[in-house]
């Protein structure tokens, strides 16, 4: 290979890398989470940086295979999305994931809270995460990396500022706070399917801190949930029982592929237990999700399974809560 050659060809590597937003060492200067303030809103980082290639001081530590995974089926998004109904890029996006490994907790391995990007280790949430704030960069034709941790940061955090307290740790937070910010619409009308209503009662987290490294010794933080769990308590939502989850016409008219679909549960202290995408196939609507089951491999899958039958055997899921990204 001659000079010419070598200096094209790592010119065109240093590009791609730029471009990609690629950072792959722990921020050694971020400041601690006292010191902005642990239950109160903090500077996001559309206020903290300076443009939008600029990613902010408290983003965790990620692989650089992560940051160009998501240039990469951002690309080819973008690219498609004038060809694909919003609801084809959708499942495009979270299909790009099945055979990811399902991996609990990925959020909460720092002492102080950061901005945790990762793609090779998905839980029900971060993957619906993944895919909405991939999603909502596509339908914008947005291709950085930056872009992606922007979004991400909106979805996760309430009005997008980072804290602890402030991650939307139930789903019925991310679902009114996501909806307030305008990036996805409840699905809960007409009646029937929606039959059903949910009186609120959350406060796992505040009784059980103690199985939560992040709330350990944590006093404050744990006042602060208990008073979002305290306001949010009381509330009645519509949700579609799962008897109502057999193949219908009525069903096929209401949910769309792509659809987030949460499990509703009637165990103390939750309102619900897990969270995946609508997938309609001929029997009925499935469940593209992270699984934490071993007979889906523990990772995320179209199973053959279809959802009612998957509810029907689950005493404590008892029915549905369904979101549509905007």
């Known amino acids: 290979m001659d000079m010419n050659l070598k200096y094209t060809f790592l010119c065109l590597i240093l590009f791609v890398f730029s471009a990609c937003g690629a950072k792959t060492e722990r921020n050694k200067n971020v400041g601690s989470e006292e010191a902005m303030g642990d239950t109160l809103p903090v500077a996001s980082s559309s206020v903290l940086t300076a443009g939008r290639d600029t990613l902010p001081a408290y983003l965790d530590s990620y692989t650089g295979a992560d940051s160009v995974l998501v240039c990469r089926i951002l690309h080819e998004a973008v690219g498609k999305r004038r060809q694909l109904s919003h609801e084809q890029l959708v499942l495009m996006i979270a299909r790009k994931f099945i055979g990811v490994p399902y991996v ?3 959020l909460d391995r720092n002492d102080e809270e950061k901005l945790v990007v990762n793609l090779h280790g998905l839980d029900c949430t971060t993957y619906v995460e993944t895919v909405t704030a991939l999603t909502r960069c596509a339908e914008n034709g947005e291709t950085r990396f930056a872009d992606y941790v922007r ?5 996760r955090y ?13 789903f019925h937070w991310w679902l009114e706070d996501n909806s307030r910010m305008g990036f996805v619409t409840e699905i809960n009308t007409p009646v029937p399917p929606f039959t ?5 009662k959350i406060n796992y987290m505040s009784q059980n801190a103690r ?7 944590r006093l404050e ?39 987030i679909i949460a499990i509703v549960t009637s165990k103390y202290n939750l309102d619900t237990t897990h969270l995946g995408f609508a997938v ?7 469940l593209l999700n992270a699984s934490s089951l071993k007979r889906n491999g523990c990772r995320v899958v179209e199973p053959a399974e279809s959802f009612f039958h998957y509810m029907m055997s689950r005493p404590s899921s008892i029915g549905i809560r369904v979101a549509r990204i905007k």
């Open 151 to 155: 979004r991400l940061e909106q979805l």
């Open 158 to 170: 309430r009005g997008g500022k980072i804290s602890y307290v402030n991650r939307l740790h139930y």
């Open 211 to 217: 199985a939560y490294d992040m709330l350990k010794n």
């Open 104 to 106: 609990a907790h990925t």
């Open 280 to 286: 309609w196939h001929k029997d009925g609507i499935h």
């Open 196 to 200: 059903a209503v949910q009186t609120l």
């Open 221 to 259: 933080r744990v006042a602060g949930l208990k008073r979002l769990e305290d306001a949010s308590n009381g509330t009645n939502v519509r949700y579609i029982p799962k008897t109502l989850l057999n193949d219908s016409r009525l069903l096929r008219k209401v949910i769309r592929d792509g659809d």
